[in-house]
């Protein structure tokens, strides 16, 4: 399995953001793909989530309104769009499928900072 996060950078409050996840190695569309973050000196903590055919969406209470997750099969590609982002959200963002995680990748570096 191989997995590349990417779209990340320095934003500043307020600012939007679209992430992409992109693997290989896998049958993309029979999985559940869900993104995490890790912030500095925190646990990696789940943040949103879309089933196989993405009629089922998960959002953390914390973004619930701020982001979209979406899946395009064909790319083997889930996104993470988030809106009106806030300092708070600074963190490392990854992708990892449920069930069976893979190890994880690089992840993507979210900065929020005026």
């Known amino acids: 399995v191989h997995v590349v996060e990417s779209g990340g950078g320095l934003v500043q409050p307020g600012g939007s953001l679209t992430l992409s996840c992109t693997t290989s190695?896998?049958?993309?569309?029979?999985?559940?793909m869900n993104w995490y973050r890790q912030a500095p000196g925190k646990e990696r903590e789940f943040v949103a989530g879309?089933?196989?055919?993405?009629?089922?969406?998960f959002y953390a209470d914390f973004v619930e309104g701020r982001v979209t997750v979406s899946r395009d099969n064909a790319k083997n590609t889930v996104y993470l769009q988030m809106n009106s982002l806030k300092p708070e959200d600074t963190a490392v963002y990854y992708c990892?499928?449920?069930?069976?995680?893979?190890?994880w990748g690089q992840g993507t570096q979210v900065t929020v900072s005026s």
């Open positions: 990892n499928r449920v069930p069976d995680k893979f190890s």
């Open positions: 190695g896998f049958t993309f569309s029979n999985y559940v």
């Open positions: 879309i089933d196989g055919s993405g009629d089922h969406i």
